[in-house]
């Protein structure tokens, strides 16, 4: 009888648990647990922990509570509290969690370390991650496909990709993240070729590229100006019959923009049914920097009119462009001052240097570097170099002194970036001031520093053709301009007759 009566107020909670939908309720619950003598149940211990952890109103302090104070806990409450954590803001709680686990015995399994990886990634504690994984080869998980995704995750986040790579390459099962998180990895350490490379194995592997992986390829498209691999993922979204949402809409409309498809990432924009602020911010930025500022501010006009988006920092750095464009310095000023006190967005760096070369652009340079006097942080290089590029534009001879005190204060900050010495030699030569021009390049030879070589790329039938100032590939350089000579004559021949 006793018995009975005892699991029907065990079956009674497990009800009410899961009719809980507040921590209110939750503690409530909780409380008659324990009247109950039930509080070292080891399934309600652990419906409290996946309630605390993973639902919407969760208190993961809650959950930590219950488990540290627990001595009968499953894993499953255990990996319930790390994923948690991991999706939490404080991610690095969830390598202490996993710490306390191993010391209290507790057994890990394949459930519990892609969330220590996922949680390690977030805070790029790649040493920490490496001992875990350790630990996974010693229990024989490496070859756990989800576990495997999330190491490539770790490394790629902490710019191991050597690392990614020898885990990708060694897993014997592969799933579409698998390949997205090794593509990802190459491409946020630089390796966008790489990452190409990757894409067309992943295609010959007989996988097909899910939402995920083409955004993930605008993006590399978009770095490295490839606009025909871009406008093939656009059909390919088209012949999936693929929902244009905000995220697979965005990377089209940034892909064109910076691809100088501008056009195109306009079309794009306007057929989006669905848009977010980084919608609207790439296609106001895309066309500030393509020089149509006054079609970016009529943008960002209605942005804030008809729809109910609020800008954001990205898309206050495109309206500054636009502003610093159309040489609307009484706007730009206007604009910066309505971020922080009117939207609360307290500008960052790069926001100041947009601010900097909206003076600089407009030739009021004493004003422009009283702004950087000004600045709140202590500004850097690239602020500088704004200012400076101004300068030899506006101020050739310096008469106002800026020039010289741009010039000191650059050097100092990076005595060792050849590019400095060469922009303040090309202003003393404009300047028709030889022997400083002179001096200036001295001192970048006796430094041992060598000016990068300058260089340029154009997409022609699908394939990049870099240019580096000094090459003598003559034959080559010859074959592409015939080449393009023959796309232009037939682009004006249907041009001139679009019957044919």
Not at 281 to 309: N, Y
Request: glycine share 8%; aromatic share 10%; hydrophobic share 40%.
């Amino acid at each position: 009888m006793c018995k009975s009566k005892f699991l029907s107020r065990k079956g009674q909670c497990i009800v009410l648990l899961k009719l809980c939908s507040s921590i209110k309720q939750l503690s409530q619950i909780h409380a008659q647990i324990v009247v109950s003598g039930l509080h070292q149940d080891s399934f309600l211990l652990s419906e409290l922990v996946r309630f605390c952890s993973l639902s919407p109103s969760k208190n993961l302090s809650y959950a930590r509570s219950l488990l540290v104070n627990s001595v009968n806990s499953a894993p499953s409450s255990w990996n319930m509290l790390i994923r948690g954590y991991a999706s939490s803001d404080s991610p690095q709680e969830a390598t202490w969690i996993f710490q306390e686990m191993r010391r209290r015995g507790v057994e890990r399994n394949e459930l519990t370390y892609p969330f220590v990886f996922k949680a390690c990634a977030q805070v790029s504690a790649v040493q920490e991650g490496m001992q875990v994984h350790v630990e996974v080869l010693k229990h024989g998980l490496e070859y756990d496909v989800y576990v495997g995704n999330n190491l490539v995750h770790l490394y790629g986040c902490c710019n191991e990709l050597l690392r990614a790579q020898r885990v990708f390459n060694d897993m014997p099962e592969r799933s579409v993240v698998s390949w997205n998180a090794m593509i990802t990895a190459c491409v946020e350490n630089g390796g966008l070729e790489e990452a190409l490379r990757y894409f067309v194995k992943m295609r010959d592997c007989g996988f097909h590229p899910d939402e995920t992986t083409m955004v993930i390829v605008l993006s590399l498209c978009a770095e490295i100006g490839k606009l025909s691999l871009g406008m093939w993922i656009h059909s390919q979204v088209i012949e999936k019959g693929l929902v244009l949402n905000c995220q697979l809409g965005t990377a089209l409309v940034d892909m064109y923009a910076k691809c100088g498809a501008i056009n195109y990432a306009r079309l794009v924009f306007d057929r989006m049914e669905e848009k977010n602020v980084w919608s609207w911010s790439a296609m106001i930025l895309g066309l500030a920097q393509h020089g149509f500022a006054t079609e970016a501010l009529d943008l960002f006009s209605r942005m804030m009119k008809d729809s109910c988006v609020r800008p954001n920092y990205v898309t206050f750095l495109g309206v500054l462009c636009a502003c610093s464009h159309a040489g609307l310095v009484n706007d730009g000023y206007r604009y910066f001052h309505d971020m922080e006190h009117l939207h609360g967005i307290k500008p960052m760096m790069t926001h100041y240097g947009a601010m900097v070369d909206v003076l600089g652009r407009a030739g009021r340079l004493k004003e422009a570097y009283a702004f950087i006097k000004k600045m709140p942080f202590k500004p850097d290089p690239i602020v500088w170099r704004t200012l400076l590029s101004a300068c030899s534009v506006h101020d050739i001879d310096d008469k106002y002194g800026v020039g010289d005190k741009v010039k000191k204060k650059l050097l100092e900050l990076e005595p060792r970036r050849s590019g400095n010495f060469v922009m303040v030699a090309n202003m003393y030569a404009g300047a028709g001031m030889w022997d400083k021009a002179k001096n200036a390049r001295r001192d970048m030879k006796a430094r041992g520093l060598k000016k990068m070589a300058g260089e340029s790329s154009l997409e022609s039938c699908g394939t990049i053709h870099k240019f580096f100032s000094g090459c003598d590939d003559f034959d080559g350089t010859c074959h592409l301009l015939d080449v393009l000579n023959l796309h232009m004559k037939i682009y004006q021949f249907h041009v001139m007759d679009p019957g044919e």
